[in-house]
């Protein structure tokens, strides 16, 4: 069993496995449902064949690990998210362009955007989102895999998912 000393408590490298999934997941679906909604069609977003959005889980599970269970205000929380979440994806645009020699998403035309790669809507929704996830989803994301699913039941489902997680990342890469 391996785990992550974070503050004053352990974390089990499977939780953090299993966060990053079930983020990456629903990160999948609010772009899917929110760019399909936009464009009146279906959009299948992301940059993997497989329904997970990488950014998402990984923003989701940092934000998680630092902030957690900290005595934050709301308020401040949802600034700090609104930042994290800002910062990952100019980042990762920045990354992805320089990688790929494209862009997955392109905010020029939003008000108060940084090289079309953040702008102030799209962090105002992911400070909002932070601040339900921190406070009100994670602790029942928690609450379902300590004791609802057995941990042999989350540890034999990753064994399955992480695999599958990086031949699709090899495969997106591949054919971008």
């Given at each position: 069993m391996i785990s992550i000393k974070v503050r004053r408590r352990s974390v089990e490298l499977t939780d953090v496995a299993a966060w990053f999934v079930i983020y990456s997941f629903l990160g999948w679906i609010y772009e899917t449902i929110y760019c399909s909604l936009v464009e009146r069609r279906y959009v299948d977003r992301g940059f993997l064949y497989g329904p997970l959005i990488p950014i998402y889980g990984s923003c989701i599970v940092f934000a998680i690990l630092l902030l957690y269970e900290k005595k934050i205000n709301k308020i401040v929380l949802f600034?700090?998210?609104?930042?994290?979440?800002?910062?990952?994806?100019?980042?990762?645009?920045?990354?992805?362009?320089?990688?790929?020699?494209?862009?997955?998403?392109?905010?020029?035309?939003?008000?108060?955007?940084?090289?079309?790669?953040?702008?102030?809507?799209?962090?105002?929704?992911?400070?909002?989102?932070?601040?339900?996830?921190?406070?009100?989803?994670?602790?029942?994301?928690?609450?379902?895999?300590?004791?609802?699913?057995?941990?042999?039941?989350?540890?034999?489902?990753?064994?399955?998912?992480?695999?599958?997680?990086?031949?699709?990342?090899?495969?997106?890469?591949?054919?971008?």
């Open positions: 600034a700090i998210c609104a930042f994290i979440a800002s910062a990952f994806e100019y980042v990762t645009s920045w990354w992805m362009e320089k990688l790929f020699n494209n862009r997955w998403w392109d905010y020029s035309q939003e008000l108060f955007n940084i090289n079309g790669r953040v702008c102030l809507g799209a962090a105002l929704v992911f400070g909002l989102f932070g601040v339900l996830i921190l406070c009100y989803f994670h602790p029942l994301v928690e609450k379902l895999l300590n004791e609802y699913i057995p941990p042999r039941l989350t540890k034999a489902l990753l064994k399955i998912i992480m695999p599958l997680f990086a031949v699709d990342v090899l495969l997106s890469a591949m054919s971008a």
